[in-house]
């Protein structure tokens, strides 16, 4: 018999009746898919119920394990005595199956004041050399599961040379010829085909009920996120509309969400909101499988632009499914706060200059509430209407970025401008190109596309030939802490900071690595070192290299302190090599 549930309520009160009541089904089937808590769930019964149906319990993972010898002897290290025993389990059996007395005086002399078979075997289990006995060992181990619940996990992980007839054989014999009581966890969908064959031959005459564990999106945050969390409304409601059930991954993102609310603690509430959708939905995309979720790649190209430039009829049914949850999600558009969470799930760790940086501009661009309004109610001009309304939607973008020229991202405008030209635009398109110059003619941090991490993400020849075009005429300002520390935080440069570190002076480098300390030092550090480490590198590259040594190497040669700090870097004081 098969029963599926969905309240994670009833499946509690379930195993805890297969726990604690010997008159419960031997043996069940608890089954569902990866990180949907089916551990977690079993662990939680046996914290709530002290007094099991059995003296004993055992608990073993079947990763890995490649015979059913292994299985049984396994099974033994794990056991736990859950009640007090008045006499020892097989009273007589140690004196009447080692017959060799010499062998069960060594025994005892080994386990010293080990008194049961149990604690016998528990303690010569233990032992370095125990491969001399070890056949006796595993002959009469097995033989002392009796009266115990035995949990048998991750059945589909099992090692190739473990059968699905050797597990269930086991299950069968101890349910019928041990008095114990047997839990088998699986995902049963990532089994191998052949498995999961003889898996369903079999599973109906070995255990008496089954489980198909699928909990809510709802139950499944409960389970991860404290109720006391600022935005636990949102959680649940991101995941309900992801349809996100998986423990693990919920896990995973709120730990990243953590790490971001640590590091940018004053942001406002709509950037932390969207910490929360965008790293759920990010985490899902990655992480998830099936195909369900879209990819990364998906959505970093999510934009109006994208879904304008799609042949719906060239559409698979899953690119479909993918569109429909973007547009549930109420996913506008991919920005760069977005981009960056996206390349630290990529690369493992956070970029935190660019990231600060895109950070600063969503701050400003939210700050500017009229702005962003019409930016949005452009979006809704095509997503809300079947209507054929392309000059009304192409006037709505172009005077939504107009009217923001001073806060939209170089990236943003190039989406908008991308819209425009798909809608047959052109003039409109160059003039948002050639305003945008213009507004920000004297900001050389906007107009530097080929120094921004968004640079790549853009594709509008004209408009990035413009912004080219205008940084020359904008002379650059550099500050020897910022290059250092940025250089030391993404652990790469560009021609610029070549040329500016190439003219700069041994003592300005000195003077600046004086004045900084803490975090800020470790991080210029990092930067003014990693060009001693570059193979094949350029003369200007050695050079710079170079310099940096001999810095480090005059405030090595201040004091004993200095030279003992520098020293993991391999510096050494001059004179001293």
């Known amino acids: 018999m098969t029963s599926e549930w969905t309240n994670l309520d009833d499946i509690r009160e379930c195993l805890d009746r297969f726990a604690a009541s010997e008159n419960y089904p031997i043996a069940m089937v608890l089954s569902g898919d990866w990180g949907t808590g089916k551990t977690h769930l079993w662990r939680e019964t046996l914290d709530r119920n002290e007094e099991l149906a059995k003296p004993s319990y055992a608990y073993v993972s079947l990763f890995g394990i490649n015979s059913l010898d292994d299985l049984k002897y396994q099974l033994f290290q794990v056991l736990e005595r859950r009640k007090k025993d008045s006499e020892e389990a097989e009273p007589g059996w140690w004196q009447k199956n080692v017959t060799d007395r010499k062998l069960a005086k060594q025994i005892d002399r080994l386990s010293g004041e080990e008194k049961s078979l149990f604690g016998k075997l ?175 790649q998906e959505l970093r190209d999510v934009g109006l632009w994208s879904f304008l430039s799609r042949d719906d009829e060239d559409e698979s049914e899953e690119s479909k499914a993918h569109k429909e949850l973007i547009q549930a999600m109420n996913w506008v558009s991919t920005d760069e706060v977005d981009l960056e969470l996206i390349r630290f799930l990529e690369q493992g760790y956070l970029s935190q200059v660019p990231l600060d940086r895109a950070i600063e501009n969503k701050e400003a661009q939210l700050a500017n509430n009229e702005a962003e309004q019409a930016i949005q109610d452009a979006w809704r001009i095509y997503h809300d209407s079947f209507k054929d309304n392309a000059d009304e939607l192409s006037e709505a973008v172009y005077n939504a970025c107009l009217g923001a020229l001073k806060i939209v991202t170089p990236y943003s405008l190039d989406q908008s401008i991308r819209i425009l030209r798909d809608l047959g635009c052109e003039e409109l398109a160059n003039d948002l190109a050639d305003r945008f110059v213009t507004e920000n003619a004297e900001d050389r941090a906007r107009l530097d596309i080929d120094g921004s991490a968004f640079g790549d993400e853009m594709s509008d020849e004209y408009f990035l030939g413009k912004l080219r075009d205008a940084l020359l005429d904008v002379p650059e300002e550099k500050n020897l802490h910022e290059v250092l520390a940025r250089l030391g935080k993404e652990r790469g440069w560009g021609g610029s900071d070549e040329e500016y570190l190439d003219e700069i002076a041994i003592e300005e480098v000195v003077e600046i690595l004086e004045n900084y300390e803490g975090e800020d030092l470790s991080t210029m550090l990092k930067g003014a070192t990693q060009f001693a480490h570059i193979s094949n590198a350029s003369e200007r590259i050695i050079r710079i290299a170079e310099k940096m040594t001999a810095a480090l190497e005059q405030i090595a040669a201040m004091n004993e302190l200095n030279a003992r700090r520098l020293k993991r870097f391999g510096i050494r004081p001059k004179g001293n090599e």
């Not at 052949?194 to 409960?222: A, C, M, Q, Y």
């Not at 909101?273 to 790293?279: A, G, L, T």
């Open 122 to 296: 528990a303690y010569l289990s233990k032992l370095p050399y125990i491969n001399k006995i070890e056949p006796l060992v595993c002959g009469i181990s097995f033989n002392y599961i009796r009266e115990t619940i035995v949990c048998i996990d991750d059945f589909e992980r099992k090692g190739a040379g473990l059968r699905v007839i050797d597990v269930l054989g086991l299950v069968s014999l101890l349910r019928e010829n041990r008095n114990s009581k047997v839990i088998l966890i699986l995902n049963e969908d990532t089994l191998s085909d052949g498995d999961k064959k003889e898996f369903k031959r079999l599973n109906e005459k070995v255990f008496d009920w089954g489980i198909i564990l699928k909990p809510s999106p709802e139950h499944t945050v409960s389970c991860v996120i404290p109720d006391d969390d600022s935005q636990f409304q949102l959680w649940k409601d991101t995941a309900i509309i992801l349809k996100a059930n998986n423990i693990r991954i919920i896990r995973r993102a709120y730990e990243f969400v953590k790490m971001l609310r640590e590091r940018y603690p004053e942001v406002t509430e709509p950037l932390h909101q969207q910490f929360v959708n965008s790293m759920l939905f990010f985490c899902f995309s990655m992480y998830g499988k099936d195909g369900k979720y879209p990819s990364l």
